[in-house]
């Protein structure tokens, strides 16, 4: 991979040359107009760039207007069948405003001053660009020397009772976009809102222009972004975009069990979705949502744990075993009482609490619930890649016949939803 960096500041470019060298071949400039004269070079020599940073304060040339140029120059001298480059703007926070713009005229994606190499590592990621060497993980603190073992449960839930643990509040953009839901406001409005968190933004923005929403034309503008989706589909992807905040790993330690959580809560949305709509289901709550945050007390417990093992407060490094001992005996009661605390429902917190053992919930047969039921196993047997023509899952299923799930339903709903997570590609991740 050929990477471009641009920035006037000398201590930032040798920060991302540093980086980006672990990533691919790797060339500087400190201008705008240097890096127009780079830019022209490559792609006379047959050799353009693949990924270009591009900071957006500079002199002379600052970062968009060099950015409309790189664009015009690929439209006029690239050739047919030409992928053009990926330019990813590098901004500080007190510039986010500018990015939109950024957006208009042709970037990707941006990355937010200060960064370090995890965070550029996840942007390339996201585009499948290069693979870099292995870096060591980042280690938690050492533990204090072990003690007695603690029951983790038992003190989890001690400590939830006697009210010294903060359950999360919601996201911010989440409520008040919920709020103009309620107040039937227009798209117009709500892209207003949007603007105001510019990851969401630009997530909106990719999720449009994506395989499976992609139109005649790539949009620039959250507008056209919003007007592709429609409301609903908007709604969606807001929800999930805003969740996603809650899912930041809980230290190196657990950052992987973080992504698988994940990657199920997003495939048990699909799911339940696709299977209410497959199966005629009339619900009194919003499928996708019930799908997204059926197992959120699990993510809560997970930070919950971590802050008490770094706090040196369970005897000792938590096992494997013992952390999905615990997870599994406390996650329903916690993701009841978070989305209690949101005010979600009853359904929601029902749903939480009882989706693995449906028959122990004081409304057993509630539509929902036996809805998550089956999507979170059919997400569960998605992301293992087990075959859908396998009948064992489904015949395992204690509410399939409830239901009325048949082996072709079953089969054509698991399509769907890996057509659906594949056609987003890692927009949602």
Same mark, same amino acid.
């Given at each position: 991979?050929?990477?471009?960096?641009?920035?006037?500041?000398?201590?930032?470019?040798?920060?991302?040359?540093?980086?980006?060298?672990?990533?691919?071949?790797?060339?500087?400039?400190?201008?705008?107009?240097?890096?127009?004269?780079?830019?022209?070079?490559?792609?006379?020599?047959?050799?353009?760039?693949?990924?270009?940073?591009?900071?957006?304060?500079?002199?002379?040339?600052?970062?968009?207007?060099?950015?409309?140029?790189?664009?015009?120059?690929?439209?006029?001298?690239?050739?047919?069948?030409?992928?053009?480059?990926?330019?990813?703007?590098?901004?500080?926070?007190?510039?986010?405003?500018?990015?939109?713009?950024?957006?208009?005229?042709?970037?990707?994606?941006?990355?937010?001053?200060?960064?370090?190499?995890?965070?550029?590592?996840?942007?390339?990621?996201?585009?499948?660009?290069?693979?870099?060497?292995?870096?060591?993980?980042?280690?938690?603190?050492?533990?204090?020397?072990?003690?007695?073992?603690?029951?983790?449960?038992?003190?989890?839930?001690?400590?939830?009772?006697?009210?010294?643990?903060?359950?999360?509040?919601?996201?911010?953009?989440?409520?008040?976009?919920?709020?103009?839901?309620?107040?039937?406001?227009?798209?117009?409005?709500?892209?207003?809102?949007?603007?105001?968190?510019?990851?969401?933004?630009?997530?909106?923005?990719?999720?449009?222009?994506?395989?499976?929403?992609?139109?005649? %034309?790539?949009?620039? !503008? #959250?507008? +056209?972004?919003?007007?592709? =989706? @429609? $409301?609903?589909?908007?709604?969606?992807?807001?929800?999930?975009?805003?969740?996603?905040?809650?899912?930041?790993?809980?230290?190196?330690?657990?950052?992987?069990?973080?992504?698988?959580?994940?990657?199920?809560?997003?495939?048990?949305?699909?799911?339940?979705?696709?299977?209410?709509? %497959?199966?005629?289901? !009339? #619900?009194? +709550?919003?499928?996708?949502? =019930? @799908? $997204?945050?059926?197992?959120?007390?699990?993510?809560?417990?997970?930070?919950?744990?971590?802050?008490?093992?770094?706090?040196?407060?369970?005897?000792?490094?938590?096992?494997?075993?013992?952390?999905?001992?615990?997870?599994?005996?406390?996650?329903?009661?916690?993701?009841?009482?978070?989305?209690?605390?949101?005010?979600?429902? +009853?359904?929601?917190?029902?749903?939480?609490?009882?989706?693995?053992?449906?028959?122990?919930?004081?409304?057993?047969?509630?539509?929902?619930?036996?809805?998550?039921?089956?999507?979170?196993?059919?997400?569960?047997?998605?992301?293992?890649?087990?075959?859908?023509?396998?009948?064992?899952?489904?015949?395992?299923?204690?509410?399939?016949?409830?239901?009325?799930?048949?082996?072709?339903?079953?089969?054509?709903?698991?399509?769907?939803?890996?057509?659906?997570?594949?056609?987003?590609?890692?927009?949602?991740?």
């Amino acid at each position: 991979m050929r990477i471009l960096v641009v920035d006037d500041d000398l201590a930032s470019r040798k920060k991302m040359e540093r980086i980006m060298g672990s990533f691919g071949q790797c060339q500087a400039a400190e201008s705008g107009n240097a890096a127009m004269e780079a830019f022209l070079d490559a792609l006379n020599q047959g050799q353009p760039f693949d990924l270009v940073t591009l900071d957006i304060v500079m002199p002379d040339k600052d970062g968009i207007e060099t950015l409309l140029d790189l664009r015009e120059v690929e439209r006029a001298l690239a050739g047919p069948g030409h992928k053009r480059a990926t330019v990813f703007m590098v901004t500080s926070k007190s510039e986010k405003d500018s990015l939109i713009t950024c957006v208009q005229a042709g970037c990707d994606d941006y990355i937010i001053k200060p960064f370090d190499r995890e965070v550029v590592a996840r942007k390339l990621t996201k585009f499948g660009l290069g693979q870099p060497e292995p870096e060591p993980e980042p280690q938690d603190p050492p533990a204090a020397p072990d003690g007695p073992k603690v029951d983790i449960g038992h003190e989890v839930l001690r400590q939830f009772q006697r009210g010294e643990l903060n359950l999360p509040s919601p996201p911010t953009i989440y409520t008040k976009f919920h709020q103009l839901l309620e107040q039937e406001a227009s798209l117009e409005e709500i892209a207003e809102l949007l603007k105001l968190d510019v990851a969401i933004s630009f997530q909106i923005i990719g999720v449009s222009n994506s395989p499976f929403y992609r139109g005649a %034309a790539e949009n620039k !503008t #959250l507008e +056209q972004a919003l007007g592709r =989706l @429609g $409301l609903e589909a908007t709604k969606k992807y807001v929800d999930v975009l805003a969740t996603r905040s809650l899912y930041a790993p809980a230290g190196a330690k657990y950052r992987e069990q973080t992504q698988t959580l994940w990657r199920q809560a997003l495939a048990c949305a699909h799911a339940s979705e696709l299977l209410a709509q %497959a199966l005629g289901l !009339t #619900l009194s +709550q919003d499928a996708f949502t =019930l @799908g $997204l945050l059926h197992e959120i007390g699990k993510m809560i417990l997970l930070h919950i744990v971590a802050d008490l093992e770094k706090g040196h407060k369970l005897g000792g490094p938590v096992s494997p075993q013992d952390l999905q001992a615990t997870l599994s005996a406390y996650q329903g009661q916690f993701g009841a009482a978070v989305l209690h605390k949101w005010g979600f429902p +009853q359904e929601y917190a029902l749903v939480a609490r009882h989706h693995d053992q449906p028959g122990q919930a004081p409304h057993p047969d509630l539509p929902e619930l036996l809805l998550v039921r089956a999507a979170k196993t059919l997400a569960t047997s998605l992301l293992a890649q087990e075959d859908p023509g396998d009948q064992s899952t489904l015949e395992g299923l204690e509410v399939a016949q409830r239901l009325g799930l048949t082996p072709a339903l079953w089969k054509d709903v698991w399509e769907r939803v890996r057509q659906r997570i594949e056609g987003l590609g890692s927009l949602l991740e």
